[in-house]
């Protein structure tokens, strides 16, 4: 009676332990880990912009990754919805938000993020890749918004002015012919900035290789009389450059993106390219061209004595610099 009465003890102590850890697990599951639901601002998924082509605000997929106070990733998930909901650990955390990439696979931590590269024909004028992050203290479920931002600059012909002061060349016929970016960069690192060794239309346009986005071919060309004004409203599109110095040797390295215009007077092949130093991402640069000689024979070498005129204006994805060129 007495053995029967001890195991019976036992039995119990032992049923009671393996509840107290069912219990304790189910507890700490309650306690510390909440439902995140990441979303994106308004403005990403119902504005349009005015005499732009495309939907630059599109949002086509949604990649969300959340990394711990340590970098670790902790959950992501990418999907064809503006907002994702992500289960996570209580603590602090780091989300990055990803629109319209296609999916970093292989990515563990925070780091992993800032050497994965996104290249400029990832978008299209309907899918803009876009990046955001923030931080949080994640102590409850919660709802938050990561703006976000495009990691291509958009640069505009804005208008095109026949202006030669020689009376010789007034009475001569000017055709635009293509508008284009020259030495365009086509990668950036996510979240970070580093040195691109991917170029587009390196010294001279190459249809063959470059996105569609960074070059026009008129279909009519434009003949602008002496006097006249031709509206372009032209936009292309690279992603930023930082570069220091320019360059115009024949030998390729690292230079400044121009925005040329190609034309003929009476037929004489010539070009108007126009340097926009520090491209930034996300930000807008409006060239208007006054012409007012003829132009380089070469589309990476600048029209001897050009002037410049720039008027700074720094707003998100609105006017970065407005150039307006006597040439």
Request: net charge negative; glycine share 4%; aromatic share 10%.
């Amino acid at each position: 009676m007495k053995i029967k009465t001890i195991c019976t003890a036992l039995a119990a102590l032992i049923l009671a332990a393996c509840n107290s850890e069912i219990v304790e697990d189910h507890s700490d599951y309650d306690e510390y880990w909440y439902d995140l639901t990441v979303g994106l601002p308004d403005s990403r998924t119902k504005v349009s912009e005015k005499n732009s082509p495309g939907t630059p605000n599109a949002v086509n997929t949604l990649q969300v990754l959340v990394f711990d106070d340590g970098g670790k990733l902790e959950a992501s998930s990418i999907q064809e919805t503006e907002t994702a909901v992500l289960t996570c650990k209580a603590g602090a955390k780091k989300v990055v938000t990803l629109v319209n990439a296609p999916e970093l696979e292989n990515v563990t931590s925070y780091s992993q993020i800032k050497t994965s590269t996104s290249y400029l024909d990832d978008n299209t004028l309907d899918s803009m890749v876009m990046e955001g992050e923030t931080d949080i203290n994640l102590e409850a479920t919660t709802s938050i918004t990561v703006p976000v931002s495009r990691l291509a600059a958009k640069i505009v012909l804005r208008q095109v002015t026949n202006s030669f002061t020689f009376k010789s060349e007034q009475n001569k016929e000017f055709k635009v012919l293509k508008v284009y970016l020259l030495n365009a960069v086509g990668e950036k690192a996510y979240l970070a900035d580093v040195n691109p060794t991917v170029w587009h239309n390196k010294m001279l346009l190459d249809t063959d290789d470059a996105p569609y986005f960074t070059y026009e071919e008129l279909s009519n060309p434009v003949t602008i009389p002496y006097n006249g004004t031709w509206t372009a409203d032209k936009y292309f599109y690279c992603y930023p450059n930082h570069s220091q110095t320019d360059s115009n040797e024949e030998t390729w390295s690292e230079r400044y993106t121009r925005l040329v215009i190609e034309a003929t007077l009476d037929g004489e092949l010539m070009y108007y390219p126009v340097s926009i130093p520090f491209i930034q991402q996300n930000s807008i640069y409006e060239v208007s061209l006054k012409i007012t000689r003829p132009g380089s024979t070469s589309p990476d070498k600048p029209v001897t004595g050009v002037a410049a005129e720039f008027k700074v204006d720094v707003q998100d994805w609105i006017t970065r610099d407005r150039i307006e060129e006597t040439i």
